[in-house]
T-cell receptor, first 112, second 113 residues
Framework: DAKTTQPTSMDCAEGRAANLPCNHS???????VYWYRQIHSQGPQYIIH???NNETNEMASLIITEDRKSSTLILPHATLRDTAVYYC?????????????FGQGTRLTINP | KAGVTQTPRYLIKTRGQQVTLSCSPI?????VSWYQQTPGQGLQFLFE???????NKGNFPGRFSGRQFSNSRSEMNVSTLELGDSALYLC????????????FGQGTRLTVV
């Protein structure tokens, strides 16, 4: 499983864009990049995923570099409820079998 | 659509006992995965079931086992409990597809004393 590297913690002001980086230099061609977040005492919540193109949904945008060795999750207008641990995961689905390998994640704090 | 339901939410057991945790996936989801979360090790994959078959297994001792029923509900069992088994146990369900997002339950917090 490819390994990911994320900053341990980050701060962002409420209303500003939060940009969370992730390095995955050993990612292989058929591995996807997933982002999940975990708010204290809850189960992780899926945010977004991508293979090579940039992706956007109602929660966030995912920017993947052309060489796919790094990516950035963007929360466009962070709110206090976005305070959580954010996990960047790379993984492959084989016949639908899914195993998420979580790293330590980035603890994002949104400040008022 | 109801989410992933895990029961019980909290459990206290004594060393040496065994425990069974239950997970009901989202309706229509056939894949169920289990994870252990501890402050020291973070989130670690235990195993994944699909259509009553274990397809993936993490690096945990044989004391940790699981099964899936024909209605996709899953149970995990831990025998001969140790203090180090105290953790939040999370279940996730997903539908089969080229890329599938996993939906997690609230977890069962197990305390071994």
């Amino acid at each position: 499983d490819a390994k990911t590297t994320q900053p341990t913690s980050m701060d962002c002001a409420e209303g500003r864009a939060a940009n969370l980086p992730c390095n995955h230099s050993t990612i292989s061609g058929n591995e996807y990049v997933y982002w999940y977040r975990q708010i204290h005492s809850q189960g992780p919540q899926y945010i977004i995923h991508g293979l090579k193109n940039n992706e956007t949904n109602e929660m966030a945008s995912l920017i993947i570099t052309e060489d796919r060795k790094s990516s950035t999750l963007i929360l466009p207008h962070a709110t206090l409820r976005d305070t959580a641990v954010y996990y960047c995961i790379v993984g492959i689905l084989i016949q639908g079998a899914q195993k998420l390998v979580f790293g330590q994640g980035t603890r994002l704090t949104i400040n008022p | 659509k109801a989410g992933v339901t895990q029961t019980p939410r909290y459990l206290i057991k004594t060393r040496g006992q065994q425990v069974t945790l239950s997970c009901s996936p989202i309706s229509g989801h056939r894949s169920v995965s289990w994870y252990q979360q501890t402050p020291g090790q973070g989130l670690q994959f235990l195993f994944e079931y699909f259509s009553e078959t274990q397809r993936n297994k993490g690096n945990f001792p044989g004391r940790f086992s699981g099964r899936q029923f024909s209605n996709s509900r899953s149970e995990m069992n831990v025998s001969t409990l140790e203090l180090g088994d105290s953790a939040l146990y999370l279940c996730a369900s997903s539908s089969q597809g080229a890329v599938a997002e996993a939906f997690f339950g609230q977890g069962t917090r197990l305390t071994v004393v």
